[in-house]
């Protein structure tokens, strides 16, 4: 076993751990951390790999935006964890039976015959001026500039209908308006009146 | 640096490891040698920061600063970190235990991690990572999760009050800082922050500080949101929620905080002085600048933009939090978006394209 195959074992045993936390653990705000270390374990074998771009965005986008939102919105709920562990025993049959068959058909798919080490040989190594960036920049804007316009372009759409959707003006919260606040002068607020001074009695 | 090596390699032969944990032992010590390199002058830079900080604002609100503790003031930090070492660690009741004790470290751990890839000099660097930059931005999005972590395991409303604000205003300057480091990567053509300051040598005019005027000011304001450093330090606002996330934290825990604080704000002057203050680069690379070594332009940057954080600390007052938002998604991301567009159609519609490379 050499020292890529032991950081393998090890990144791939903690990110099935994790994993099974995530699913197992009472806690939401404990699982969602582990669904993060289970992101960087990902991340960890996809540097194996030599895909440290995907690597890096893996960590830049879901450990460092979109899991800190997570964290963000399960901190903030009050879950009653008994509740939400009612009914296991009704579900575990059709959860396991579905499970199972899962599992066969990715054994199925996945297995020797097709996905074997045999038919996938090692691909060649990279020389060092190789850069997993500029190879996977060049063929998104090029070969398949298309459909990633259109993927940006449902992304987009995404977010405007998400907007949308939550965006309500309420009559009676009392939020500032800054360009009104940036408005004011000081004749606005503030009245200074000319007195005679009085003799003092 | 060889012969201490030299001299690891004896000690694992004469203790008879084997052969292939003898490599290990090498390639390890070797990397923990640098590592070491690295951390203790910028653990001793963190210390002197705070003091620097001390005696910069006591004169900038005419007082003298710390002044009692060795000549001058000068061992005051030493002093302080004894004082915290041998305080008392207090865990709230309820606190969850484990993450209580692991966001101090969550918090440094990234701030310190970043220093693998910034290069000191032509070739002085621990790793020259080809995606650095992204590197970069990914390990910084990961210092935030010391904060939220810290203010959810204290049990304390004001703790969870400060690492929400923390949450929400890191996330949202964060796409301001990407958009503006997008700027520097299609002026350099390159993630590598090595090929970054070699693209920008020459004289001053070289640097990227010019044709990104605008990304330059943006990277810099959402650099001093992201390390929670006043005029944006919601997050701890001692006026309004005492110290926010780390008002439970005392002792040790608490200095790591601080110590991260700062190695944060120093990471954050390096990136600045590589990406648009070209680096390691002398003003003039003519007689009298050039005799100067490289690493000492380098580091003299980074104290420049580190006193511009001092700086704003004793000038801007806090701001409110939906200042800090309307800021943050309504001024700075729009900022970078048009001029990343500016300089696209700049560079290859238009003969003037070579100013913005």
């Keep these: 076993m050499n020292f890529e195959q032991l950081l393998f074992f090890i990144f791939a045993a903690t990110l099935v751990f994790a994993a099974t936390m995530v699913i197992t653990i009472r806690n939401p705000v404990k699982a969602a951390l582990f669904l993060v270390l289970a992101f960087f374990n990902a991340a960890a074998l996809w540097l194996l790999l030599e895909a440290e771009f995907l690597a890096i965005t893996l960590v830049l986008v879901y450990v460092g935006a979109v899991m800190v939102l997570f964290l963000f919105v399960v901190m903030m709920l009050d879950i009653n964890l008994v509740k939400l562990r009612e009914g296991f025993g009704e579900y575990l049959p059709i959860g396991g039976l579905v499970g199972v068959l899962l599992l066969l058909e990715m054994s199925i798919i996945l297995s020797d015959n097709l996905f074997g080490l045999e038919r996938m040989p090692e691909p060649a190594g990279h020389d060092a001026a190789y850069s997993n960036t500029r190879e996977l920049g060049r063929l998104l804007y090029t070969f398949y500039v298309y459909p990633f316009e259109i993927a940006a372009l449902i992304l987009v759409v995404a977010i405007i209908a998400a907007i949308s959707l939550t965006m309500r003006k309420r009559k009676t919260t009392k939020h500032q308006n800054p360009g009104e606040q940036i408005k004011v002068q000081a004749k606005d607020r503030l009245r200074i009146i000319k007195m005679p001074s009085e003799r003092r009695p | ?357």
Aim: glycine share 8%.
């Design chain 2, 1 to 357: 640096m060889n012969s201490i090596m030299d001299i690891i390699d004896g000690l694992t032969a004469w203790v008879g490891l084997p052969e292939w944990l003898q490599s290990w032992v090498h390639a390890g010590s070797f990397n923990l040698i640098l590592v070491i390199v690295i951390t203790v002058p910028l653990m001793v830079a963190v210390a002197y920061l705070t003091f620097a900080e001390r005696k910069i604002i006591g004169y900038m609100q005419a007082r003298i600063g710390p002044n009692r503790v060795g000549p001058r003031g000068w061992l005051q930090p030493i002093a302080d970190a004894i004082k915290l070492m041998f305080k008392e660690i207090i865990l709230p009741t309820n606190a969850n235990k484990f993450l209580f004790i692991i966001a101090p470290i969550l918090s440094i751990g990234p701030a310190l991690a970043a220093w693998a890839v910034i290069p000191f000099d032509d070739g002085l660097v621990l790793a020259n990572v080809d995606a650095s930059l992204l590197y970069i931005l990914a390990l910084t999005s990961v210092g935030v999760y010391g904060v939220i972590i810290a203010g959810w395991a204290s049990n304390s409303k004001y703790a969870f009050l400060g690492a929400m604000r923390s949450a929400a205003q890191i996330v949202s300057y964060e796409i301001a800082m990407g958009f503006a480091l997008v700027g520097v990567l299609m002026a350099a053509g390159s993630l590598n922050l090595h090929d970054i300051v070699i693209a920008q040598s020459g004289n001053f005019t070289d640097w990227y500080i010019w044709p990104l005027l605008p990304l330059f000011f943006v990277y810099f304001i959402s650099g001093v949101a992201e390390t929670n450093r006043a005029p944006f330090d919601v997050a701890e606002g001692e006026s309004e929620i005492v110290a926010g996330f780390h008002v439970e934290y005392s002792g040790m825990t608490f200095a790591v905080f601080f110590l991260a604080e700062y190695a944060n704000i120093i990471l954050i002057s390096a990136l600045t002085a590589i990406m648009f203050l070209g680096g390691w680069h002398p003003i003039w690379d003519i007689a009298p600048f050039n005799w100067i070594p490289n690493i000492v332009w380098l580091l003299g940057k980074i104290a420049f933009f580190a006193f511009f954080f001092l700086w704003f600390r004793a000038t801007f007052p806090r701001y409110r939090y939906d200042q800090i938002m309307r800021l943050g998604w309504k001024v700075l991301i729009p900022v970078t978006l048009v001029w990343i567009i500016f300089m696209g159609s700049a560079m290859y519609l238009t003969p003037y394209g070579d100013y913005f490379h």
